[in-house]
């Protein structure tokens, strides 16, 4: 029902800015909010950054507050993550989610992830 594909990583100096594009497709109209998650090597997925449909709300991990800014543009149905300050800890395969709305609840819709590597 709604198709996420994020693009925009790729490899960084330490420093450095990135900024990662979530374009949403399918029944859009039913996305309650959007936001970005991370998975490193190792370590088990965590959420990054979120904003609500209507983008007056939105969340942060401590790690990323004050260097990461989401947001939205409804009229692309597409979603961003602009990365300042990176860091070596902010590798990581950066997955793109959804908060669907469907009859019988909500559901996740999650885009194939896209690789971020900070490295010098």
């Known amino acids: 029902q709604v198709q996420l594909v994020e693009s925009g990583g790729g490899l960084v100096q330490p420093g450095g800015s990135l900024r990662l594009s979530c374009a949403a497709s399918?029944?859009?109209?039913?996305?309650?909010?959007m936001g970005w998650y991370r998975r490193a090597p190792g370590k088990q997925r965590e959420s990054v950054a979120g904003?609500?449909?209507?983008?007056?709300?939105?969340n942060y991990a401590d790690s990323v507050k004050g260097r990461f800014t989401i947001s939205r543009d409804d009229a692309k149905n597409t979603v961003y993550l602009q990365m300042n300050s990176l860091k070596s800890e902010d590798t990581a395969v950066y997955y793109c989610?959804?908060?669907?709305?469907?009859?019988?609840?909500?559901?996740?819709?999650w885009g194939q992830g896209t690789q971020v590597t900070v490295s010098s």
């Open positions: 904003i609500s449909a209507t983008g007056g709300s939105t």
């Open positions: 989610n959804a908060r669907v709305r469907a009859t019988s609840g909500l559901f996740s819709a």
């Open positions: 399918g029944s859009t109209h039913s996305i309650v909010a």
